[in-house]
């Protein structure tokens, strides 16, 4: 999943360079071209660091002769002023270059910390916290990669890899088990998940075999309801707005997942500078 998670980091670099450096770099232009520097990018918080594949990719694409020592790593923890990475190449080259790499790493590691307090919370359980589709436009991949680093797991990428059968999907086909089956049949390798309200619509999609449901804003005597029907039928998925406090008593109905979106939406970036030596 991680190999496929960093599909695309090129390309993603690339056009956050264009939109940053654009026509050139006028500011840099004051240095003179020769000069040569050593900087330090540190950490001005505390949390899990995430980010270097693409900070990585920034220097290189901007200048391949940057020489990079890495103190930190991803998913390693870091405080303030932590020296995460000592950098040593050209002075145009690392001015170019820091904006684009701090705004990798302030939200990708912001996003592996939301992670890492969320899958704190509920290690005394069997749950598995899922992120969802609600992403930084063109950040996809990234911010799952994040999810993964601060050891909660990724949902479907998006609308290719796996059904989501919601409220409008099922009155299109007329039924949840007229969903399922048509679902079956277009595409038979890929997992089956319906969205229900009920514990009646549970029935039904457990009746159809769903491979997982998704139990939308369920109460809390509801989703324990829900997993003694279920009696390990299908997987079984929570979802509805829960957060870092709310999600303990959820995880301990004995649901399989809980699916939260403020992971990657809510997120508030890790601070980090770059100075020269």
Known sequence: MTTQLLEGLSETVRNALAEDIGSGDITAELIPAEKTATA???????GILCGMPWAIEVFRQID?????QWHKHDGDSINNNDV????????RSLLTAERSVLNFLQTLSSVASSAQKIAERVKHTQVKILDTRKTIPGLRLAQKYAVVTGGCFNHRIGLYDAYL????????????????AT????????????????????????????????????SLPMLQEAVAINDGKAKLEA?????????????????????IGSITKHIQATDFSMLFD
């Not at 079956?184 to 159809?208: C, G, S, Y």
């Open 64 to 68: 391949p002769g940057v020489t990079l």
């Open 183 to 218: 679902a079956r049949t277009l595409h038979q390798d890929k997992p089956v998940e319906v969205e229900v309200e009920t514990i009646e619509q549970l029935n039904q999609a457990l009746a159809a075999q769903a491979d997982i449901v998704m139990l939308d804003n369920f």
């Open 84 to 91: 995460i990475l000592t950098a040593h190449g050209n002075a």
């Open 239 to 259: 979802s509805g707005g829960y957060d870092i406090d709310s999600v303990i008593a959820v995880a301990e109905t004995g649901v399989d997942y809980i699916s």
């Open 40 to 46: 330090r990018i540190l950490s001005r918080d505390q």
């Open 165 to 180: 059968i919601k409220e409008n999907h099922i009155n299109a086909c007329g039924s949840i088990a007229n969903a399922i």
